[in-house]
């Protein structure tokens, strides 16, 4: 595939496409085979993958692109003609990953490949004038390439804009203007004001400018970022257009170069491979005295070794933000459209963007997406292709799968920030060899696993906050979901279909912990297989041991809180039978979590005895394990007293609320959940209630205006770390934050917000690309969904990954290594990111491969769920 646009008036944009992987399928045999889950066999000349708890099915290979680009030929400017009468002064190129596939290794290991992405730049001695010119360059070059230069028809690549659209009455709509040159001069970047460019115009569909605004500079490369969650507010890169240095000794903070090194005192310089080909991490420092091949180095930011490895080199590097160039805002929040339609925004002499939709229903249509989401990461039932994807039923007891009960408690896991590892919970010491009840099925997948733990009831949570924060008569909306009749207990749910879909998904993710609810009211943290998925292995073929976590007080008191607060909604809708039901769950919840906060050493005592076999104590005793963990309970203790209060009314849950604000307390997640629900329930302490209310507008105030100083604003609280989502998508926190703000206050601050905020996520940020499958013109397409990459099927729709993440963050050897890693940088050209990885700005840094979990990943409840929430809120409003 090839497309051409423009990105500056004297710029060529060519994005190539390498061939995407022909994808492999699973296959049934007649017989099971000898060899072991996850080994490569031959089958009908192919080669098959060992999947299956029966050993009865293959994933057959991925087939690999047959041609890659030749890169050093589409990199020569003098092997393209004029274009236009413009001659081809310089070629910038940056290449990426796209498209991935599995593959036998030569040593009979699963390999993960890639398809790479091509952005050429190509640079010319002059402004193109109107006209079609043809290209004509090198060998990779497809026939007939050509260029159409029309400033109000051809795409501008450097016009970022929201690939949703707006509503008429929106009011943040605004995109950006920004361009970064891979190895261009001024370090790649390109301030567009030496055109003359300093206004836009919005054109309908007929071509007619129906509104003209001025264009502003948001942030230079140099403007430091505060609140943007690295460790610097200006961030270190190696400067894309030098050349390393090989270097061959090292004594102390002294190197020695293999030869002269042009490197200036009080430069900056990145250092790589220090520790050999699996090294990919890099370490920044300045450089000190030197010496024509020696250089001393001060302000390291990392650790040096002791001795380098063969391959280890110098490269001179900079500082600057996030974006790395100039990045311009194209604010058009003023214009009201007269009508519906698909409009564009146009600069004179360059192009236009994507096209915009203006709709009443561009929101819904937003949270239908990401509910589409949700629902593909139903877990318990076949997924009917409602939402574009079908899968088996996957992880229902009873039908080829045994769940084992396991004495770990997910409060202790790694999956809960515990001190066990996982894994642990499958193992001798910890297995028991009870098979849990055939109801224990239900949930949501997590991401890229297949784990349904407790923290998925935020996505309830959240949900159940939006729809009494939405207008009355939105609160209805259809989001094409089953009701909860059709795929739980028909008799529970019986005469609930006329519950809104909003609270039907609500319940879907609350009833499986019910379910998980043990006679004495504990709550199991959920549901986990000893390991990681197998790669080729999708959910519904899962061999591995699948186990239920031990009961924890933790996980009782966050279920607690989120039943009490759905029996009160469905109290309120009249479904007052059901909302019995949860009322009776949570308040049991809360006793037996209670009997656990009182008396741990009792309520633990199966896993204090599993954990004294298997040495999890090492190091560490329970006795200070113990300290941990009840401050933790604490937390989640008020949280549940505060909803059982509003739902209630008993005095002794107000209590112990009230002791723990008057102690100090923040509104943090759960924490503000809980603060929310004692400022909404009956007779709260007015005194308390107002410093709740004030502590909701200044956090609101707080995390608004750190956005003015981002050069993309999202959502993002200044003290939180980039990574994992965070810069990304909103979080629960936050996204809790400004909806409880907004519903006190009114700010039309907030409000506007969360609008840019999500169209950040669906292409208004540098990339000009949708964080959310399936949503808008160019959407990711290669998250790290187990399930449709071992079906070898598109990943389903809905799915917000994770998103930006710095380099230093995502250094995995196994990822950027050798040959044998999936995007080799050592030994290869052909799955090798150009620039290096160091060289791009962190917002040009978006590597669409699944082994960067970091980037590529996703949760129900970090991002797929609160994306929903968000478009579900505006859609209200």
């Known amino acids: 595939m090839t497309e051409v646009a423009m990105a500056a008036p004297d710029i060529v944009s060519i994005e190539m496409r390498e061939p995407a992987f022909l994808r492999g399928r699973i296959v049934g045999l007649d017989r099971p085979r000898a060899e072991p889950v996850g080994t490569w066999v031959r089958y009908q000349g192919a080669w098959g993958l060992v999947i299956g708890p029966d050993r009865d099915r293959l994933r057959i290979a991925d087939t690999p692109p047959g041609m890659v680009l030749d890169r050093g030929a589409v990199d020569v400017a003098s092997a393209y003609a004029p274009i236009g009468g413009r001659k081809v002064i310089a070629v910038y190129r940056k290449s990426m990953p796209y498209d991935s596939g599995l593959f036998r290794g030569s040593g009979g290991d699963t390999q993960a490949g890639a398809s790479f992405k091509h952005y050429l730049y190509l640079q010319l001695d002059g402004p193109l004038t109107a006209g079609t010119y043809p290209i004509a360059g090198p060998g990779p070059l497809p026939d ?8 109000r028809a051809t795409r501008a690549v450097a016009i970022r804009a929201t690939q949703l659209g707006h509503r008429r009455n929106d009011t943040a709509k605004v995109a950006y203007l920004a361009l970064w040159l891979p190895g261009g001069p001024d370090r790649g970047a390109v301030d567009f004001r030496r055109y003359g460019i300093d206004r836009f115009s919005v054109l309908d569909d007929r071509g007619r400018e129906v509104f003209d605004a001025a264009i502003g500079l948001r942030a230079g490369p140099d403007d430091p970022e505060p609140g943007n969650g690295l ?3 200006l961030v270190g890169y190696a400067d894309a257009a030098a ?3 090989p270097l061959s000794r090292i004594d102390g903070n002294s190197f020695v170069a293999a030869r002269p090194h042009g490197l200036v005192r009080g430069q900056r310089v990145a250092l790589q491979r220090l520790q050999g080909d699996e090294d990919a991490g890099a370490v920044f420092a300045t450089v000190g005295t030197v010496t024509e091949t020696g250089f001393d180095v001060v302000d390291v930011e990392g650790a040096l070794p002791a001795t380098l490895a063969p391959g280890a080199f110098a490269t001179p590097a900079h500082v600057a933000n996030r974006a790395g160039t100039y990045v311009f805002e194209l604010d058009y929040s003023d214009w ?13 002499g360059l192009g236009v963007s994507d096209p915009i939709v203006i709709a009443d229903d561009v929101w819904l249509r937003s949270a239908r997406l990401s509910i589409g989401g949700l629902y593909n990461q139903r877990s318990g039932i076949a997924l009917d292709g409602r939402f574009g994807y079908e899968r088996p039923t996957a992880f229902r007891p009873g039908e080829g799968m045994a769940i084992r009960e396991s004495r770990l408690p997910l409060a202790w896991s790694s999956e809960f920030a515990g001190f066990v590892p996982f894994e642990e919970g499958a193992r001798p010491a910890w297995l028991t060899d009870r098979i849990a009840p055939d109801s224990y099925w239900g949930g949501y997948m997590d991401a890229g696993d297949w784990d349904r733990r407790i923290q998925h009831v935020e996505v309830s ?7 009494e924060s939405i207008a009355p008569e939105r609160r209805g909306v259809d989001l094409r979901l089953p009701k909860s009749a059709e795929v739980l207990d028909p008799e529970l ?12 998904e609500a319940i879907w993710g609350l009833d499986f912990f019910r379910r998980l609810q043990m006679p004495d009211g504990s709550i199991r943290g959920g549901i986990e297989s000893a390991a990681h998925p197998l790669k080729g292995e999708p959910s519904f073929l899962e061999h591995r041991q699948v186990f239920a976590y031990a009961p924890d007080h933790v996980s009782s008191y966050r279920y607690a809180a989120t039943a009490a607060k759905l029996a009160r909604v469905l109290s ?5 039978r059901l909302a019995s039901v949860y009322r009776t769950s949570a308040l049991a919840a809360w006793q037996a979590a209670e009997r656990g906060f009182a008396d741990p050493d009792r309520y633990y005592a199966d896993a204090i005895a599993a954990a004294e076999a298997s040495g999890a104590f090492a190091g560490v005793g329970w006795d200070e394990r113990k300290i941990g963990l009840q401050a933790q309970a604490g937390e989640y203790r008020a949280a549940a007293a505060a909803a059982l209060f509003r739902l209630t009314g008993e005095p002794a849950f107000a209590t112990l609320f009230e002791a723990r604000w008057r102690a100090g307390w923040d509104l943090y997640a759960h924490k503000g959940d809980a603060a929310w629900d004692y ?7 007015p005194g308390i209630a107002a410093q709740i209310r004030e502590a909701f507008l200044a956090d609101a105030r707080l995390v608004v205006t750190a956005q003015q100083r981002l050069a993309y604003p999202a959502m993002k609280h200044p003290a939180a770390p980039a990574g994992w989502g965070q810069g990304g998508a909103p979080d629960y926190s936050q996204l809790m934050l400004l909806i409880r703000a907004h519903r006190i206050g009114g700010d039309p601050a907030i409000l506007k917000t969360m609008q840019r905020a999500h169209h950040a996520m669906l292409g208004a940020n540098q990339l000009g690309l949708s964080l959310m499958t399936g949503a808008g013109v160019r959407p990711v397409a290669n998250p790290l969904h187990e399930d449709s990459i071992a079906m070898g099927v598109a990943a389903p729709i809905g799915i917000t990954v994770y998103g930006w993440a710095s380099q230093a963050a995502t250094a995995q050897g196994w990822v950027f290594g050798p040959w044998w890693s999936p995007l080799a940088e050592v030994g290869s050209d052909e799955r090798r990111i150009d620039p290096p990885r160091f060289s791009l700005p962190f917002y040009e840094y978006l590597v669409e491969h699944p082994a960067v979990v970091m980037q590529q990943e996703y949760t129900v409840q970090q991002t797929i769920g609160t994306m929903a929430g968000l478009a579900l809120y505006l859609d209200g409003q």
């Open 243 to 245: 050349e390393p240095v």
């Open 231 to 233: 460790p610097r507010e």
């Open 144 to 151: 007939g390439t050509r260029v159409v230069v029309d400033d």
């Open 336 to 348: 009201r459209p007269e009508k519906d339609g698909v409009y564009r925004l146009r600069i004179a």
């Open 679 to 685: 400022m909404n329930g009956p007779a709260a302490d």
């Open 572 to 576: 309120g809708l009249g479904s007052d």
């Open 493 to 504: 749910y019986r005469g609930t279909d006329a519950l809104p879909d909003i609270v039907h």
């Open 461 to 467: 949570s959240l949900l159940l906050e939006v729809f």
